[in-house]
C-alpha cells in the first residue's frame, strides 16, 4: 500500500470515528461539509479524499483533534521524507495565532474557514523558511 493510501484509510478511519462520537447526523455533517451525502459517505469509504479546508472544518465543527498523517510516512522516498518533516507543533501555533487574529476582526471582516486554512499554511511556511535559515 502507497502512503498516500495509507493517508486517504487514515483519513477515512480519522471521519469514521470522529462524526459518531459527535453525535450529529451523517447529513448534518454533510451539510456542513457543503457535499452530498454519498460523497460524505465515499470518503468514510475510503473513495474521495477530503479536502483540507474540509478537514479543518471538521476538526473544528466537531471539536476533534485532526489525524496524525505521518504516522503511515514510510522513511524512504523523498516525498515521504518531506510530509514526516512537518512540524505538527509549529502548524498548530501557526493556526492558533491565525485564528486569534481573525478574531479580532470585526464579523464581517473575517476571513472564511479556506482562508484561514490558507493564511495558516502561509504562516506555517514562513516560520519554517525561517527556522530554516537559522540552522
Known amino acids: 500500500m502507497t502512503a498516500t493510501a495509507n493517508h486517504d484509510q487514515l483519513l477515512a478511519d480519522w471521519v469514521n470515528d470522529v462524526v459518531p462520537k459527535s453525535g450529529r447526523q451523517v447529513s448534518e455533517v454533510a451539510e456542513m461539509l457543503d457535499m452530498s451525502r454519498s460523497s460524505l459517505s465515499k470518503i468514510k469509504g475510503g473513495q ?3 479536502k483540507a479546508s474540509q478537514l479543518l472544518l471538521l476538526a473544528e465543527q466537531l471539536d476533534a483533534p485532526l489525524p496524525r498523517l505521518t504516522s503511515a510516512v ?4 523523498a516525498p515521504q521524507r518531506a510530509v514526516a518533516s512537518f512540524d505538527r507543533a509549529l502548524f498548530d501555533k501557526a493556526h492558533a495565532y491565525v485564528i486569534a487574529e481573525n478574531d479580532k ?6 476571513m472564511d474557514q479556506f482562508q484561514v486554512l490558507e493564511n495558516t499554511f502561509h504562516v506555517y511556511k514562513t516560520l519554517m523558511s525561517g527556522a530554516g535559515g537559522r540552522r
Open 48 to 50: 474521495q479524499q477530503l
Open 74 to 77: 514510510v522513511q524512504d522516498s
Open 105 to 110: 476582526m470585526p464579523a464581517a471582516d473575517r
